[in-house]
């Protein structure tokens, strides 16, 4: 049997470097005990399980890291990060490789969820809670599919899930308390 020689591109090693800049955490604490993937609810969507994307981020597989839908079908509930024997904050280094390919200007592998939550944020600034038929208007809108959900969306009217008009209230302080965390972000 002949060995192979691997030749690692010096490169990759930065992405790694990129996650802890970003959004402080080392991946490289992960030994892949797998505990975030077994904990998590919506594994079995994804690509990749999120003990398999941070193992990608150790060896600077971007573009593997870039080009799943993880960290875009992550529910944010932070069962991995709470279930992480070395305290990894796994949810937060999926909100960290969202902010990267930002910055990078990667298209989303689910564009839609991150319409959404642009859609959830800016709805939040303007009313200062969320106006649920509103950012649905506005999500539609974006999106192109008007009559997707029009079944379940009557339903939830006729049940009184949501109100057909918005109560404007704390919109200013909602908003005062975004523009402090994006001064804190550009620090």
């Known amino acids: 049997m002949t060995e192979e020689i691997v030749h690692i ?5 930065t992405f790694s470097d990129a996650v802890v800049a970003v959004g402080g955490i080392d991946t490289s ?4 005990c797998g ?10 969507e994804m690509d990749l399980t999120p003990t398999q994307l941070i193992h990608a981020i150790q060896l600077g597989l971007k573009d593997l890291v870039y080009n ?21 904050d796994i949810a937060e280094v999926l909100d960290t490789v969202k902010i990267l390919m930002q910055r990078d200007k990667k298209k989303p592998q689910l564009p839609n ?9 800016g709805n939040l600034k303007w009313f200062g809670r ?4 509103g950012m ?9 599919k008007f009559t997707q959900d029009m079944g379940m969306g009557m339903k939830m009217l006729k049940k009184r899930k949501f109100s057909i008009w918005p109560r ?17 972000e550009k620090a």
Do not use: H
């Open 9 to 13: 591109d010096e490169k990759s090693f």
């Open 29 to 32: 604490y992960c030994y892949q």
């Open 35 to 44: 505990k975030c993937a077994t904990g998590c609810p919506v594994a079995y």
């Open 68 to 88: 799943s839908k993880t960290m875009w079908l992550c529910a944010a509930c932070q069962t991995c990060s709470t279930r992480c024997p070395q305290d990894v």
């Open 113 to 121: 969820v991150l319409k959404f939550n642009k859609r959830f944020m």
């Open 130 to 133: 969320l106006y649920e038929l």
């Open 136 to 144: 649905i208007a506005m999500l539609k809108l974006s999106t192109r």
């Open 168 to 184: 404007f209230k704390g919109g200013w302080a909602v908003r005062k308390i975004l523009r402090r965390v994006k001064k804190q």
